[in-house]
């Protein structure tokens, strides 16, 4: 078994494009043990039964039949007695069809065409024509995007305020459905796409690059969340990040909720605790978030990588070396130049002085080992210092710098060895002067003094330099010192120098005594000139150089400015994607089951990394390699035809998509406390179709799009209400549903010619850039309605949470009657729209009022309507609005009417 | 009979001609009085009522002590220590650190230095004698009416998830908030307004309604930091329309569209119209509450006297004092829950006293004190604060401690950090003891000792009062029956009066 195991896994991570893997069913594997769960009626519950294609059965009304989904539902409706209802009129079946595909209303073209198309296909042809629209992918995409809890803006970078790298993840989304992905293959990318092998020439092939491209992009997937990033205690919030991860994977792909095992064995589905953290083992060794060390809001940004292929990225590396090369040649001048500065203020004299002095007794901390700290973190930097030559040139160091540029503190405690008075001395780099103020002392509140610390000309290693920061009285014991950076009043920032050692110097009276010459050279203090010249010192002087020297040279030395220069010009900009990897391979282990959830009560032994056990009758467990995180073996599982989750749950996604409800009401939830299917034997055979087809959604949308059921019009016969059977019996009648708030804002959009129709694919994001899914972003909205933009999601029901979302509330509110009463935006449409038809040349009142009609509702008005509204129009006039106002109010109207915003 | 009738008898011969909307224009308000009738009249219908409008008043489990709720939240962490939980250890052990007994958490937001004391001076107020620092001076007054619980305690250290446990009752997942829940469970008292308002709340998180739907929400008024100046309710002044009768001519042609299509779809009748039905219905109530809603804004017919009594017209309390004299007029309107919050960068950062804490919370303390007392003077002497049920806290108490640790680096210029695991809350009115302490924190106050009460208790025990059992007020979502107090709960009955 293990032999085969082994092999199937090898094989597949070599060519993982393969749609339907042949993956045998194994004999049941023995159940694993010490757990509570019944697993062989677990294993019996509807939706763990493997799925298997039911037989489409026989109906009475063999007309009403036009493809297998229609006798399914008949035949539901005829042990019910119930008749469906009639078809809908054409118009109202394109202005359906048309908005569930594409999120727009048909244009007058497309239902001019439609009505006059005769043929027993239009309808087909019609379906046709959307599932190509490349608006069909935005449309998708936004139903998908809500599954995965994606939303704008959320995914903020404290050090890039501007980063927009989640967008990316959106317009893959968009992508992916326009190109009908095969579902398993979009599995894939999410979760482990930065895994997949990379196929192709990347650099000279453009589809090779696209699919590189959408490797990388689509595991943001794992990183777009909502966690607290300010949590304070930071092992917490590497397991929330784990469990976001983990109970989103399991809505989405599986709907199930996995979070509940988190603290104990779910109650309601088999889910036990182990298997929480044999999936929390794979997401524990995930990286989506920088190095983060145990300090209060120490490095939690999301990770980046630059959109780019991996020669692109080999090539902006070799610049930068370039680079670097040219600079360093340049700090050797200024190294040389510094150099004899230095011996101007050295000579023999106080050379031979100092070395007949012993170096006074002191402290060292390294700045790093700090015990206290606020806004500040530590950093790794490098060097390569031109005064040693070979290859210990490279100098590194670890140091302490600002973090959030508001008010900054250190705290070291140490203890000395003896009372009495202390130089502290800082190595350090800064820019220009930052004062800090220094604490220091056994109570040291008695002496806080604010002292400068004048800028060494740059920050980082090439800068340092020692500086001296006074003297203090420290009696010997426990010790503290405390170095802050307070607010610049006017700036409302603060820095802080970076800081890479702290030494404390004991001034001795007989020490002192032998020092005492009246010149110290360029040095301020003689413990400072010991300590900078003195040959047993235990430090060597550090000596900054001057950034005026630095710049000068660059000017002088055209030939090095110029490479840079080039170099410089030759290094492309790449954007910045959201990133998504796996911990270094030595780095991967299990994690222990948390015990009640709890961080600090773990289990002994770690958790094995893994799959859920529940389908162990139906698919082999994958094994988990040493030296990845095991994302690639679980995307695998999930995207494998028998699983019995992953097909059942996306049919009924996408049936939802088009009806308002699912065929089980809980998208989010197959398991005992979700719904239980209406047409159980409809969600299986549509499952096994959809895995059939490869995948295919746009299969699975034509087959509904193209049945006699989706023809169905709302409204169900008198006697059929009654009765009460058609309320009770889902599927009678073709649901109503509210438009979502994108649709009600592009339907106003489109009223007045705004959304240009793409008829190819790819999308020009550019063209759809008013949309409302995107006009936020792209910086699009109209001159001040931006926040009503904004507002208007919310009134709407779009209310994101940072969790999944699987179906939008369709609310009515006196907030949203409110809003079409007085909320500028809308009247903001209709004055344009009023614009719009008023422009239109030699046509009576009537015909303008129709063209109104047209561009909303897609139909004209009533005559006994058109009458009222033109009366309408008039008497408003008499009562003094003018006719732009009358007519603005007439178009606000049909804005705020059911029509607009409802779908039949 | 006026013509005009019809057209909303779902008959679309009767669209009026052009001679009747001039008519109607001229008559105005007669119009708006027809469309009440009717609007009341179908709501009178109590089964498709129910199915209609989720906001429809829903009876309780049992007979509520307070039939609403208003609750004065300081944004920020009040220190308990400096107003109402008196820890007469802090003066004598001031400067020394925390006995071993009682061990700093292991992360906290700040470090911890030594012990601070109060900058406040206690003594008894009322015939209840209750200890009380001089922090509320007006509030003081009102001891004996006031029923403290001094155990309350949580985990969340920071103020986000704190202010999203205390709401919500989960920290770092989007939960609905107390209110919404109180809505879901209740519905709504009020005809023309709505059931949960919020008086300038803060942009939290904790205020969306998660899973429920948005029509549970709060709606806002104001918005945290802007003064009474911008208090109002989203799109509910009239903007566009320049007189109520054009407003109303206005929603005229839009409902004789929505009859037009509702009759083309089935008729007024069809139960697949409930959903067109109640948007037309919400239209009419939208225009009612643009008639009303500015009215309590706008504290008309208030007298002098009652304004005094909230402190409105003195400069320090006059904006904390127009706030809660709205929340007293919501009230008297049916609102079911109503949240004030006082939330202001005036006197350093909202109540969150890192450092100069005397500054900070004499400031705040001022702007607050005068406008509350006025409040529980106001209700009951109105005779509402037998069932309005008055809430006064914040996410979270502050620490005996100074800020900083340092080994004695401590400076008395500091403040107390956040301290989730003991801090005070006091209730008035609605079925709560007056005059009543309960529960304790340590000698130092710095974590909940007797008689603790959880955040889950808290919520349990305030939906008790409003008549709800927290265990059976249940929404499933995601597979689960979700509550607000999750699995845990349970109610303080020593606290509700007999």
Request: net charge positive.
């Amino acid at each position: 078994m293990e032999h085969v195991r082994s092999r199937i896994f090898a094989g597949l991570v070599a060519t993982l494009c393969v749609a339907a893997i042949a993956w045998p069913l194994s004999p049941a594997i023995a159940d694993p043990g010490d757990d509570s769960y019944n697993w062989k009626t677990w294993r019996q519950f509807w939706s763990f039964k493997p799925v298997q294609r039911p037989a489409v059965p026989q109906v009475k009304n063999k007309t009403w039949v036009r493809n297998p989904i229609d006798a399914f539902i008949l035949a539901e409706l005829e042990k019910q007695d119930v008749t469906p209802a009639a078809p809908a009129e054409k118009r109202t079946w394109l202005r359906r069809v048309t908005f569930l595909l594409t999120g727009l209303p048909p244009t007058p073209a497309e239902i001019e065409a439609f009505l006059d198309d005769e043929q027993d296909d239009a309808h087909a042809t019609v379906v046709d024509r959307l599932l190509k629209s490349p608006h069909y992918g935005e449309r998708m995409g936004r139903h998908w995007l809500d599954v995965v809890r994606y939303e704008q803006n959320r995914v903020r970078l404290k050090h890039q305020p501007t980063f927009r790298g989640e967008l990316h993840y959106r317009d893959y989304v968009v992508r992916a459905f326009n190109n009908d992905k095969p579902y398993d293959r979009f599995i894939m990318e999410q979760i482990a796409g930065d895994l997949l092998e990379v196929l192709g020439d990347t650099d000279k092939d453009e589809v090779a690059r696209q699919r590189y491209f959408d490797q990388i992009i689509a595991p943001a997937f794992l990183s777009i969340g909502d966690w607290f990033d300010e949590c304070t205690d930071p092992n917490k919030l590497r397991m929330d990040i784990v469990d976001d991860m983990i109970d989103t994977t399991g809505k989405v792909f599986m709907g199930l909720s996995l979070g509940c095992a988190r603290c104990h064995d779910h109650p309601f589905d088999p889910i036990p605790t182990e298997d929480y953290y044999a999936l929390g083992g794979i997401f524990k060794n995930t990286k989506i978030i920088g190095e983060f060390s145990e300090f209060w809001r120490d490095g939690r940004d999301r990770m980046t990588r630059e959109l780019a292929t991996k020669s692109q990225v080999r090539a902006n590396l070799e610049k930068d070396k370039i680079i670097d090369q040219a600079i360093k040649s340049i700090v050797v001048l200024c190294e040389k130049i510094a150099r004899q500065s230095d011996n101007m203020h050295r000579n023999a004299d106080m050379d031979q002085f100092v070395k007949d002095i012993p170096v006074p007794e002191s402290v060292t901390i390294e700045a790093e080992n700090f015990a206290g700290v606020d806004n500040l973190k530590i950093s790794e930097v490098e060097f390569v210092n031109p005064r040693i030559a070979g290859k210990d040139a490279k100098e590194k160091a670890t140091v302490i710098e600002t973090q959030t540029p508001l008010s900054q503190w250190v705290r070291y405690t140490f203890r000395l060895p003896k009372t009495g008075r202390y130089e502290i001395h800082v190595l350090y780099s800064a820019l220009g002067p930052t004062p800090i103020e220094v604490q220091a002392g056994r109570n040291p509140a008695t002496v806080a003094l604010a002292k400068p610390i004048e800028g060494t000309g740059g920050w980082g290693l090439r800068y340092r330099a020692w500086q001296s920061i006074g003297i203090y009285h420290m009696s010997a014991g426990p010790n503290a010192l405390r170095l802050t950076a307070r607010l610049n009043p006017k700036t409302k920032t603060a820095r802080f120098p970076q800081i890479d050692k702290i030494r404390l110097v004991h001034i001795t009276d007989e020490w002192e005594a032998k020092v005492s010459r009246p010149r110290f050279g360029r040095f301020p203090t003689a413990a400072f000139r010991h300590y900078s010249i003195h040959r047993d010192s235990p430090f060597r002087f550090a000596m900054g150089i001057d950034s005026a020297v630095y710049r000068w040279f660059l000017n002088q030395n055209t030939g090095a400015h110029d490479i840079i220069r080039k170099a410089q010009a030759e290094k492309r900009d790449y954007q910045a994607i959201l990133s998504v990897s796996d911990q270094p391979a030595k780095a991967i282990a299990d994690i222990p089951v948390h015990i009640r959830g709890d961080i600090y009560r773990t289990r002994k032994e770690p958790t094995p990394r893994g799959v859920l056990r529940l389908f162990d009758h139906v698919l082999i467990k994958p094994e988990m390699p040493d030296d990845e995180s095991g994302r690639l073996q679980l995307a695998i599982w999930l995207s494998h035809p028998d699983n019995p989750l992953t097909a059942r749950v996306m049919v009924n996604r996408i049936w939802q998509w088009h009806f308002g409800d699912g065929l089980v009401a809980t998208p989010n939830d197959f398991g005992s406390r979700g719904a239980k299917p209406t047409h159980s034997a409809l969600l299986d055979w549509l499952a096994t179709e959809f895995i059939k087809s490869g995948w295919s959604v746009k299969h699975i949308q034509k087959l509904i799009c193209g049945s006699n059921a989706y023809r169905m019009g709302s409204s169900q016969k008198r006697e059929a209400l009654e009765s009460g059977s058609a309320l009770r019996f889902p599927l009678s009648a073709f649901p109503r549903q509210r438009l979502s708030v994108e649709a009600i804002y592009d339907a106003m959009l489109c009223s007045i010619g705004k959304v240009k129709r793409q008829t190819d694919n790819p999308l020009d994001f550019n063209k759809s850039a008013d949309r409302m899914m995107y006009v936020l972003t792209s910086n699009r909205s109209p001159k001040g309605m931006g926040v009503e933009i904004k507002k208007m999601f919310g009134v709407f029901d779009y209310q994101p949470t940072g969790m999944s979302m699987p179906k939008r509330d369709q609310t009515s509110t006196a907030a949203q009657s409110l809003w079409f009463m007085n909320n500028p935006l809308p009247r903001y449409y209709a004055e344009q729209l009023a614009t719009r038809v008023l422009q239109l040349k030699n046509i009576t009142a009537g015909e303008r009022l129709t063209q109104a009609y047209t561009l909303t509702l897609g139909r004209p008005p009533s005559d006994a309507m058109a009458n009222a509204t033109l009366d309408y129009i008039d008497a408003a006039m008499k009562q003094g609005a003018s006719r732009e106002e009358a007519w603005t109010s007439v178009c606000l109207a049909i804005y705020s009417s059911n029509e607009f915003r409802y779908i039949e | 009979m006026n013509p005009m009738t019809n057209p909303r008898e779902h008959n679309l011969a009767c669209i009026p001609s052009r001679r009747e909307w001039l008519q109607r224009a001229a008559l105005g308000f007669g119009s708006v009085a027809l469309t009440d009738i009717l609007a009341r009249r179908a709501m009178a219908d109590a089964r498709q009522t129910a199915a209609l409008n989720p906001l429809a008043p829903k009876p309780p489990n049992f007979a509520p002590k307070a039939k609403r709720v208003i609750y004065i939240f300081l944004d920020g962490g009040v220190s308990h220590l400096d107003s109402f939980d008196y820890k007469p250890r802090l003066k004598k052990d001031h400067g020394k650190p925390l006995p071993d007994s009682i061990r700093p958490p292991k992360f906290t937001f700040a470090p911890q230095g030594r012990i601070l004391q109060s900058p406040w001076s206690f003594k008894q107020y009322g015939q209840t004698g209750k200890w009380c620092s001089n922090l509320f001076p007006h509030i003081n007054e009102h001891v004996d009416e006031l029923c403290f619980i001094h155990s309350l305690h949580h985990k969340q250290n920071d103020h986000v998830t704190a202010k999203t446990m205390i709401n919500t009752g989960h920290g770092t997942e989007p939960r609905p908030p107390l209110g919404s829940w109180l809505v879901y469970g209740l519905g709504s008292a009020s005809e023309n307004l709505p059931a949960y308002i919020d008086i300038m709340p803060d942009g939290a998180k904790s205020r969306s309604t998660a899973f429920l739907p948005n029509h549970y929400g709060g709606t806002p008024v104001g918005k945290a930091q802007k003064t009474a100046r911008f208090r109002t309710i989203e799109n509910l002044e009239r903007t566009w329309a320049k007189t109520e009768n054009t407003q109303r001519q206005h929603l005229d042609l839009v409902q004789l569209m929505n009859k037009e299509h509702q009759s083309r779809t089935g008729g007024n009748t069809s139960p697949a119209n409930a959903k067109l039905e109640a948007e037309i219905k919400n239209l009419e109530l939208a225009f009612r509450m643009q008639a009303e809603a500015p009215d309590v804004i706008s504290l008309q017919g208030e007298s002098e006297a009652t304004q005094d009594l909230y402190g409105i017209g003195e400069p320090n309390t006059t904006d904390f004092g127009r706030a809660c004299l709205m929340a007293r007029r919501f009230a008297e309107r049916g609102v079911r829950y109503i949240t004030v919050t006082h939330s202001t960068q005036k006197y350093g950062n909202l109540w969150d006293q890192h450092s100069r804490l005397e500054e900070g919370h004499t400031g705040n303390a001022r702007a607050v004190d005068k406008p509350i007392a006025g409040l529980l003077k106001d209700l009951k002497s109105r005779g509402m604060l037998d069932d309005t049920l008055v809430i006064f806290g914040s996410e979270f108490g502050r620490t005996p401690t100074f800020e900083f640790m340092d080994g004695g680096l401590g400076r008395l210029t500091n403040g107390r950090d956040h301290n989730p695991y003991g801090f005070t809350m006091w209730f008035a009115g609605g079925g709560v003891k007056p005059g009543f302490s309960y529960g304790s924190t340590d000698d130092y106050g710095y974590y909940a000792s007797e008689n603790k009460v959880s955040v889950y208790d808290l919520h349990a025990t305030i939906l008790q009062l409003m008549g709800l059992d927290h265990w059976a007020l249940t929404y499933r979502h995601s597979g689960r029956d979700f509550r607000l107090t999750d699995e845990f709960g349970h109610v303080v009955d020593d606290v509700i009066h007999a």
